[in-house]
C-alpha cells in the first residue's frame, strides 16, 4: 500500500502576541526558551539577540517570581520590541498577573496553578482581565508529568487527564470571551504526546472551539537523538495539520534548536513542490519502506522521522526499512533511531534530558555528556537497556522522568538528587559527586 505524502493545515482562530499573530492564516512560526537567568540581563538580552538572529520569533523566559517579572521588563526595554517575550510562570499565580503587565505572552502550567475548581476559576478569571487590559496573551501549557493531584486522582497521568486539565481552562477563558489563547500539550514519549493532541483537537472540535497549538516534544535531549526524537513528534502532528508554532527542546544553546524547527516546518509547507515529489512510503504486512531521495544526510534524517513516526502508529508497522539512494547516510542507524524515538523498540539507553533554563542551578550541557560518556563506555550490556533522565530542576523532572530507570535532577545551586524509578534515593548531593554516584547506583542495581 503506497501512502501519499501531503499536507492541508487545520484552521484556526488568531492569537496576538504584541506584534505577532498565531494561527492558521499566518505562518507556522519558531520559538526557543532562553536558558539564562532573567537577574543576569546583559547574558539574556546578548542570548535573545543571537536567538533572534538564528529565526526565533518568539523567545519565553522562566519567571519564578516579581524580582524576575522586572529584570525581564528591563530585558524587553533592551530589545526595543525586537521579538515577543513569553514569561514562563509555574506555582504562583501572582506572579502570572504582575507579569502579565510587563511582557507579551505568559504561560501557566494547570498542573500547578491551583487544585480547586472554584480557585481556579477565581484566579483565572483575573488574569484574563489583566491579559484583557494589558493586550496579553496566554499559553496554555499542559506537561505529561506535572498533572495536579485532582486530575491525577479521576484520571491518572493519561492522555485522557492531561486534556481534561487543558480545557478546564479553556472553557473559562471561552465563557470569558477572551480568545488571545495559544495551546500545548508537551511529553517527552513522542506516542503519548501525539495521542493527547490528537485528542485535545477532536476534543476542542466537539466544542466548537479552533485555538492555535504550540508543538514540541518535552526533554528531547541532544545530539542527533534529540532531533530525531522531535523530529518523530512534531513531524507526526505537522503532518496531521496541526501545529500553529513549534519550538524543538533540545539540551544545547537555544540557538541550536531553531533551524531544525525551521527544517521540520519548511519541510510540510514546501511537501508539493517538485523536490519532494519522489519521496515515498509504502506499507506491506507490517513493515514501512520508506524512501528519501534528498541528497543532503541531516535534512533526509529529519524528513524519514518526521514522516515514519505517526505510520509506524497509525498502521501498526513494527518493522522499518530506509532506502535513501543519494544521501551519505547510515540507513540501518537511522532505522534504529527513529523506531527507538517512536518507542516501538530500543536499541541503546535513552536519554531524557531538559534543555535547561533560568531554573537550572548546574551545568546540564556538560553534564548531559558526562553520563552518555560513563554509559557508553561501561562494560555491562545491561546498561544500554536502561532509560536515564537528567533534569535541571523539579518544576516538571521528577513527573517527567516517572518512566526513567534512573533519574539525574536538579534540587538547588549545585545540588543533585538521584531516583531509581519514582524513588528518590539520594538527595541534595554535591553536584561534583552526582554523576559518580549515578553510576554507582547503576552497578549496584
Known amino acids: 500500500m503506497l501512502i501519499p505524502f501531503k499536507y492541508h493545515r487545520r484552521t484556526t482562530s488568531a492569537t496576538h502576541v504584541g506584534k505577532l499573530t498565531i494561527g492558521s492564516e499566518f505562518p ?28 526565533a520569533e518568539l523567545l519565553r523566559f522562566t519567571t519564578q517570581g516579581t524580582r524576575e517579572v522586572e529584570n525581564l521588563r528591563l530585558i524587553r526595554e533592551r530589545l526595543q520590541g525586537a521579538i515577543p517575550l513569553v ?31 472554584a480557585l481556579i476559576r477565581e484566579r483565572f478569571l483575573h488574569l484574563i482581565a489583566i491579559c484583557r487590559e494589558h493586550g496579553t496573551a496566554i499559553r496554555i501549557g499542559v506537561n ?16 485522557e487527564g492531561m486534556v481534561a486539565s487543558c480545557m478546564e481552562f479553556l472553557r473559562i477563558a471561552v465563557e470569558a470571551d477572551f480568545s488571545d489563547i495559544v495551546l500545548s500539550i508537551k511529553a517527552s514519549d513522542t506516542h503519548i504526546m501525539v495521542q493527547t493532541v490528537r485528542l485535545l483537537v477532536q476534543t476542542m472540535e466537539d466544542e466548537k472551539m479552533s485555538f492555535p497549538l504550540h508543538l514540541g516534544v518535552t526533554e528531547a535531549g541532544e545530539g542527533e537523538d534529540g532531533r530525531i526524537k522531535s523530529a518523530v513528534g512534531i513531524g507526526a502532528l505537522l503532518a496531521d495539520g496541526i501545529g500553529d508554532t513549534v519550538r524543538v527542546s533540545l539540551s544545547e544553546e537555544p540557538e541550536a534548536e531553531l533551524p531544525v524547527a525551521k527544517a ?21 504486512d507490517g513493515t514501512l519502506t520508506y524512501t528519501g531521495i534528498e541528497s543532503d544526510a541531516a535534512l ?17 508497522c513494527k518493522r522499518l526499512v530506509i532506502h535513501a539512494p543519494h544521501a551519505d547516510v547510515d540507513s540501518d542507524t537511522l532505522k534504529r533511531d527513529i523506531l527507538q524515538a517512536a518507542g516501538i523498540c530500543r536499541y541503546r539507553t535513552e536519554f531524557v534530558s531538559c534543555p535547561g533554563c533560568g531554573r537550572t ?33 523539579i518544576v516538571n523532572g521528577p513527573g517527567e522522568m516517572s518512566d526513567a530507570d ?9 545540588r543533585v538528587s538521584l531516583y531509581r524509578g519514582k524513588e528518590c534515593v539520594l538527595k541534595n548531593i554535591p553536584q561534583e559527586e552526582a554523576v559518580t554516584r549515578l553510576l554507582e547506583l547503576l552497578e549496584n542495581n
Not at 31 to 53: F, G, H, L, P, Y
Not at 91 to 112: H, L, M, T, W, Y
Not at 300 to 316: I, K, M, P, Q
Not at 406 to 414: E, L, M, N, P
Request: glycine share 8%; proline share 4%.
Open 28 to 55: 507556522i512560526r519558531i520559538q526557543t526558551m532562553a536558558n539564562t537567568s532573567t537577574d543576569d540581563v546583559e547574558a539574556s538580552v546578548a542570548q535573545a539577540q543571537r536567538c533572534i538572529k538564528a529565526g
Open 87 to 117: 514569561a514562563d510562570v509555574h506555582f504562583r499565580s501572582d506572579v502570572a498577573d504582575v507579569a502579565a503587565q510587563a511582557v507579551e505572552k505568559v504561560r501557566i502550567n494547570p498542573g500547578n496553578y491551583a487544585n480547586d475548581p
Open 144 to 159: 505529561h508529568g506535572s498533572l495536579s493531584q485532582r486530575i491525577m486522582e479521576q484520571y491518572g497521568d493519561t492522555p
Open 264 to 284: 521540520l516546518v519548511d519541510y510540510f509547507v514546501e511537501l508539493d513542490s517538485p523536490r519532494y515529489h519522489g519521496n515515498t512510503a509504502d506499507i506491506t
Open 300 to 316: 533526509l534524517r529529519l524528513h524519514a522521522a518526521a514522516e515514519c513516526g505517526r505510520l509506524l502508529w497509525d498502521y501498526d
Open 361 to 393: 542551578m548546574f551545568d546540564l550541557q556538560g553534564t548531559v555528556a558526562r553520563i552518555r560518556q560513563a554509559v557508553a563506555e561501561h562494560p555491562s550490556p545491561r546498561l544500554q537497556q536502561l532509560k536515564i533522565a537528567i533534569m535541571g530542576c
Open 406 to 414: 534512573y533519574g539525574y535532577v536538579g534540587a538547588g545551586r549545585d
